[in-house]
């Protein structure tokens, strides 16, 4: 499933660039033109592509790191929802993950393109095989941090969107927990509105930290946020059924 989707993990400052304005033809309707001179002016979207990066999400997860440090060189990582690959870029250089020695695993049903040091796997994550094919990626063996940037796609209905999204990450998490290294961690995208109950619970049984984290690269007026968990108490003493995928040390 798709998001639609540090050092430093801010955007490299300097003299107040003049803000630029679009012209156009009259047609052009204002929500529009209001998200492209958005794009324009966002200083994560100019220095994700003086960078390289795939786009401006990137700056996400650096600033979540620079924080956190949940990617450490050597990690293994397992990056759901990778289009168009921001994420894998910063996994895979924190990492060190590298074409002769893969770290860095992602899945996404829509095309991206290559990332080099990391292996994409075009598939939907709601696929039952995508949780062996991704550990199969991964050599077999358990990652050490498991991300999720997915969203389902808006319907424009805030409490429809939220709900849709929350499937995904207690999707995501019931991987997470099956898969994760003792000590591991999982980063995940959700919408502010509540979070529930007993996912929270969940979190907190498994893993010894739980943090609501919203980046600065975060727009202001976006109801994104982050569930950060830290340290996996591993699977010793977990609910019956979990840990369904077979991983190696």
């Known amino acids: 499933m798709s998001a639609r989707k540090s050092g430093s993990g801010g955007a490299t400052r300097g003299p107040r660039a003049l803000r630029q304005r679009l012209t156009g033809a009259k047609a052009r309707k204002a929500s529009s033109r209001a998200w492209l001179e958005r794009q324009l002016n966002d200083p994560f979207v100019r220095e994700a592509k003086a960078r390289g990066y795939a786009s401006r999400a990137a700056f996400k997860l650096r600033q979540i790191d620079d924080r956190y440090h949940i990617l450490k060189p050597g990690d293994r990582v397992i990056d759901l929802g990778a289009a168009p690959g921001g994420w894998c870029q910063v996994a895979v250089e924190r990492t060190g993950s590298r074409e002769s020695d893969i770290r860095v695993v992602g899945i996404?049903?829509?095309?991206?393109?290559?990332?080099?040091?990391?292996?994409?796997?075009?598939?939907?994550?709601?696929?039952?095989?995508?949780?062996?094919?991704?550990?199969?990626?991964?050599?077999?063996?358990?990652?050490?941090?498991?991300?999720?940037?997915?969203?389902?796609p808006t319907t424009g209905h805030r409490r429809t969107d939220h709900l849709r999204t929350m499937h995904l990450v207690e999707v995501a998490l019931d991987f997470a927990l099956a898969v994760l290294k003792p000590g591991g961690h999982f980063l995940c995208k959700t919408f502010q509105g509540g979070t529930e109950g007993e996912l929270l619970a969940r979190l907190k049984?498994?893993?010894?930290?739980?943090?609501?984290?919203?980046?600065?690269?975060?727009?202001?007026?976006?109801?994104?946020?982050?569930?950060?968990?830290?340290?996996?108490?591993?699977?010793?003493?977990a609910p019956a059924g979990e840990g369904p995928y077979s991983v190696g040390a």
Do not use: T
Not at 109 to 114: E, F, G, I, K
Not at 212 to 237: C, I, M, N, Q, T
């Open 108 to 152: 996404d049903y829509l095309d991206m393109a290559p990332v080099p040091g990391a292996r994409i796997l075009r598939m939907d994550f709601l696929d039952p095989g995508a949780p062996a094919a991704l550990l199969a990626a991964l050599g077999g063996a358990a990652p050490d941090v498991v991300l999720s940037d997915m969203a389902a």
């Open 205 to 237: 049984q498994r893993f010894r930290a739980v943090h609501h984290v919203k980046p600065p690269a975060s727009r202001e007026e976006s109801v994104e946020l982050y569930l950060l968990a830290l340290d996996f108490k591993g699977r010793s003493g």
